[in-house]
């Protein structure tokens, strides 16, 4: 059994780092107020952006092109939510119908300039992230095995991101700002708070994460941009659901469905699992997720004023 937890374990952590990140980005997004049902379609804009920028550079800067690749798609996906932060904000449109239209969009959009790139939609890089085993902390009992081996090196930049969240969201004066815009955005502008700058920044971070949760998608275990990223998007709004809208409860959560969705990813490799029907462990992780999300439905605590859009002479 500890020899199948070491070879999935890995695996694992490859897959719930870009949706750690992407639920990252909706926390930030909903606790400003705003839901952003659009992650799925910043992380496909932040993988299509990656792709053109590593395709384009690795030949000539072939140890860095993936790090500008993840600014890049970074910077996309910032770019691109100021689409949903516009109508949402500005515009006081329905958040959920913005946020479906961000992906309708953003698949249309990426899928066309690929074709019209590469002829066929899809891009493939040569040079990803290459996992490293990290020396002396590699030999520690049980947690070496599982944290320090074969690592890649966009999981710590996601784990210090993650730390650095909690840190914005409950120790600065900014995180108090935005906290209190998404729970009474009246009452924190009496306050002298700018609901319109906090809402707008908070949805740009929404995206920049998204898009780099795509980028790590394509510099890990996908190698090719293909016009989506499987349903991680929702995914990941399913994780911040179940994580409670915290940090730390979202770090649970997608580890949790990362988990899940690798034992399907995987199963065929792995005799214990080799004997169960492949599309039993296929739905296993959207099983899951729908028992979740009615389990914890009745308990969620979500931000009271996520997704009322805000009115300046309203009290």
Request: proline share 4%; aromatic share 12%.
């Amino acid at each position: 059994m500890w020899e199948i937890i070491v070879q999935v374990f890995p695996y694992a952590i490859a897959f719930t780092i870009p949706l750690l990140i992407t639920a990252l980005g909706g926390l930030f997004s909903e606790r400003s107020g705003v839901v952003n049902i659009g992650l799925e379609g910043l992380m496909v804009v932040g993988l299509f952006s990656s792709a053109i920028t590593i395709v384009n550079l690795e030949k000539f800067m072939p140890g860095t092109a993936v790090w500008v690749g993840l600014l890049v798609a970074a910077i996309a996906g910032a770019l691109f939510s100021l689409l949903h932060a516009f109508a949402c904000i500005n515009l006081h449109a329905n958040q959920v119908i913005s946020g479906t239209a961000i992906n309708m969009i953003a698949g249309a959009i990426t899928v066309y300039l690929a074709r019209n790139i590469t002829g066929s939609g899809n891009i493939h890089i040569v040079h990803g992230m290459v996992r490293r085993t990290i020396p002396v902390l590699s030999d520690i009992p049980v947690i070496g095995k599982l944290l320090f081996t074969q690592t890649y090196a966009t999981t710590w930049l996601v784990l210090a991101i993650l730390i650095l969240s909690w840190f914005v969201l409950y120790k600065t004066a900014f995180g108090l700002r935005l906290r209190a815009c998404g729970e009474h955005p009246q009452a924190a502008d009496s306050a002298g708070i700018n609901v319109y700058r906090i809402r707008y920044i908070a949805v740009m971070i929404s995206g920049a994460f998204a898009g780099l949760g795509g980028a790590i998608i394509l510099v890990t275990y996908s190698g090719e941009f293909s016009g989506t990223v499987a349903g991680l998007g929702f995914l990941a709004i399913a994780a911040l659901i179940f994580g409670q809208w915290k940090p730390w409860g979202v770090l649970g959560a997608t580890f949790f469905f990362g988990f899940a969705s690798t034992i399907a990813n995987v199963s065929q490799a792995v005799p214990l699992f080799a004997r169960i029907p492949g599309i039993l462990l296929k739905i296993f992780p959207y099983v899951i997720t729908l028992i979740v999300l009615v389990m914890f439905s009745k308990s969620s605590q979500a931000p009271k004023a996520a997704g009322e859009p805000y009115d300046k002479g309203k009290r």
